[in-house]
């Protein structure tokens, strides 16, 4: 293995330029969030903001699940790009963009079924779910742009064409701030504005997504046109998918276990957490950044048939974001009680965090390698390898380690995200090595 001082400055500046744009993208999007609170917390009565929170939330965790469609199509094309096989790259992008709009139909038609699942979850004021169910109900209808945007998202990175993303999310940002305003301070339509907003915008991001498609095409010399997805490619995009989904459903599981085994220990430990996992959410902001790019490039490296440039890259990235988790220590070890401090100002919740903080101190090194060889795993499209690690890590890494450690209380609570951070990082490179040692990366 060559030394890391060795690589070519040229491939740091490339992994960089994919990552950067999608760190910025990331730190754009919890901005709206904050427009929003703001806009709806000016309203009248408290249920009102109560409301968009619960249905917005909804909504965020519907979309999350569906990321499994950004994955597979950035794995695929970036291994199409690597063949400069145009022929699959829009083949795959086709059978992405029918997966996409059949899973937004579906949602839309289970609309009435998943409000009465979040009645049944949440246990609302009928005042709160009112608002709640409103929003929803006008949100849900974005569906098909959310779905195809994640898709036209998978495919501007698979084709490393890391700014389109920035640009779409920048202007997404942009048009949703600018009609919640508009809807809500100016128009007065409350909660019902604020959801048309969402819907305006996004498919406002997609007149733009494809707009940017089509340079990207053209950049490539390809010419787009929508092919009826082969049977068997839909077969293998379908499991490949349903592998990315159940690992998403777990992590979501393992976060949502955090929140309301906390709401257990008192709203104390509730708000701390809720305080805390925003500690996490940073991480995430540059992790995702250059998990993204070695998405790209092992996709890329991986279509063209180039094990040593797969190796190089899996290394760059590596290097990178073990410089990352070691700023974000030395960051939160320094100024995480600051921090804490410009997340809320109830001195009962500070000092509740204050005592988990050392936690979040560790957690950017114990993370960084499941944040990292996720990214490598969807490159190398072997999401049944994530599937795998994701599960034994929920169980093993994750549960089992709550219940050993469970009279820590909320101790035990940090003890256990540790341990499944950990072991999804462990089990993932465990797995990338038995593939380099036996030459599988390339099968």
């Known amino acids: 293995m060559k030394p890391l001082n060795r690589a070519h400055t040229s491939h740091h500046f490339q992994l960089l330029a994919i990552a950067a744009p999608m760190i910025l993208s990331n730190i754009s999007v919890p901005l709206l969030g904050l427009v929003d609170t703001a806009v709806i917390g000016h309203l009248s009565e408290a249920y009102y903001l109560a409301g968009i929170a619960l249905g917005s939330g909804s909504i965020a965790l519907l979309f999350w699940l569906a990321s499994f469609l950004r994955m597979s199509t950035t794995g695929e094309i970036a291994q ?27 949602l839309i038609a289970s609309t009435p079924w998943l409000l009465d699942l979040i009645v049944a979850l949440s246990a609302a004021t009928p005042e709160v779910f009112e608002q709640a169910a409103i929003y929803f109900s006008i949100r849900i209808f974005s569906a098909p742009a959310a779905m195809l945007n994640l898709v036209m998202l998978g495919f501007m990175l698979g084709m490393q064409y890391g700014r389109g993303p920035f640009y779409v999310v920048l202007f997404t940002n942009i048009v949703n701030i600018v009609l919640d ?27 733009l997504s494809c707009f940017l498609l089509r340079g990207v095409l053209e950049r490539a010399g390809w010419q787009w046109q929508f092919k009826v997805p082969h049977k068997k490619e839909m077969q293998r995009l379908l499991h490949l998918n349903r592998d990315i ?14 929140t309301f085994y906390g709401a257990r220990l008192g709203e104390d430990i509730l708000a701390a957490n809720a305080v805390l996992l925003n500690f996490l959410m940073l991480v995430s902001f540059a992790m995702d950044g250059i998990a993204y790019a070695v ?10 048939r180039d094990l040593a440039m797969l190796r190089r890259w899996v290394r760059l990235s590596c290097f990178w974001a073990g410089c990352f988790a070691l700023v974000y220590t030395l960051v939160f070890a320094l100024f995480g009680p600051a921090v804490i401090s410009l997340l809320t100002d109830i ?54 380690p709550f219940l050993l450690a469970q009279q820590w209380g909320n101790h035990g609570l940090w003890f256990a995200m540790s341990c499944f951070m950990g ?21």
């Not at 699959?88 to 059949?102: D, P």
């Not at 998405?295 to 063209?304: R, S």
């Open 423 to 443: 072991l999804r990082g462990l089990t993932l490179i465990v797995k990338y090595q038995q593939l380099s040692t036996r030459q599988q990366l390339l099968d």
């Open 347 to 400: 001195p009962v919740v500070i000092d509740t965090a204050l005592v988990y903080l050392p936690w979040l101190v560790l957690l950017p090194v114990i993370a960084t390698s499941c944040f990292l060889f996720d990214g490598v795993f969807v490159g190398l499209t072997r999401a049944k390898e994530m599937r795998n690690s994701m599960l034994l890590s929920a169980v093993l890494g994750f549960f089992v």
């Open 80 to 106: 199409a790009n690597g063949q400069q096989d145009a022929g699959r790259a829009l083949q795959s992008l086709s059978a992405s963009m029918s997966f996409a709009v059949l899973f937004a139909l579906l």
């Open 295 to 304: 998405e790209a490039k092992v996709g890329q490296a991986k279509g063209a």
């Open 181 to 207: 305003v508009l809807f809500v301070v100016v128009l007065d339509f409350a909660v019902a504005g604020a959801a048309w907003a969402s819907v305006i915008a996004d498919y406002s991001a997609l007149v």
């Open 245 to 258: 989904f159940i690992r998403s459903l777990m992590l979501q599981l393992c976060f949502s276990f955090m």
